[in-house]
């Protein structure tokens, strides 16, 4: 069962623009939540957390939402730019599996110049 | 510092068979967990270890094993191949594998089982 849900499977936005990546949860015991960027031929890194008691983290270029009552968060990206060109993997943790992370299919995000 | 190492990188298994993979944490970290992504479905948890204990496992058959040793290292071990275990295996080594704690990734092995 997937409890962590991305949608979208891609994205393209021009340079300079923002990039809004979207995810969705279900499961209601989460209370902390990532987003990874992956490269191909590389492993996940880590981008953003945020956790429940918050709505709203930002770190340079990256601000991450989160909306608890509609159980959804999303990635902004502003500006877009061409090394921004990756998957992004929303993840999911919660109190009963504090060492467990779930998460979304991912979003191919392409900038174009 | 070097960072997680997985190994191999990359092998091609026949139906039947079993697969050992590998998987070297940063220095210090303690807390090891195994992922396998398949094209659309994401990141899956198999399991997470933390000093030679498993802590927490996902919903995978029991053909799926893992183990931690002394040193941290990891290991994972899949009996009686099938063609849809085919996927990348990606681990992820942190300090204490607490949720707030940010995990770092291998470059993953990619198994295809033929």
């Known amino acids: 069962d997937q409890q962590v849900k991305q949608n979208s499977p891609s994205l393209s936005v021009q340079e300079g623009r923002i990039s809004i990546l979207n995810c969705d949860y279900t499961?209601?015991?989460?209370?902390?939540f990532l987003w990874y960027k992956k490269y191909p031929a590389e492993g996940p890194t880590f981008l953003i957390s945020i956790s429940s008691i918050k709505d709203k983290n930002e770190d340079g270029r990256f601000t991450v939402f989160l909306n608890k009552s509609a159980k959804h968060l999303s990635l902004h990206i502003v500006p877009s730019q061409p090394g921004d060109s990756a998957v992004y993997f929303c993840a999911a943790s919660g109190r009963a599996n504090d060492y467990k992370l779930s998460f979304g299919a991912g979003t191919t995000v392409t900038v174009r110049a | 510092k070097a960072g997680v190492t997985q190994t191999p990188r990359y092998l091609i298994k026949t139906r039947g068979q079993q697969v050992t993979l590998s998987c070297s944490p940063i220095s210090g970290h303690r807390s090891v967990s195994w992922y396998q992504q398949t094209p659309g479905q994401g990141l899956q948890f198999l399991f997470e270890?933390?000093?030679?204990?498993?802590?927490n496992k996902g919903n995978f058959p029991g053909r799926f094993s893992g183990r931690q040793f002394s040193n941290s290292r990891s290991e994972m071990n899949v009996s009686t191949l099938e063609l849809g275990d085919s996927a990348l295996y990606l681990c992820?080594?942190?300090?204490?594998?607490?949720?707030?704690?940010?995990?770092?990734f291998g470059q993953g092995t990619r198994l295809t089982v033929v």
């Open positions: 499961n209601s015991m989460f209370d902390y």
């Open positions: 992820a080594s942190s300090y204490d594998g607490m949720k707030n704690t940010e995990a770092f």
């Open positions: 270890y933390f000093s030679e204990t498993q802590r």
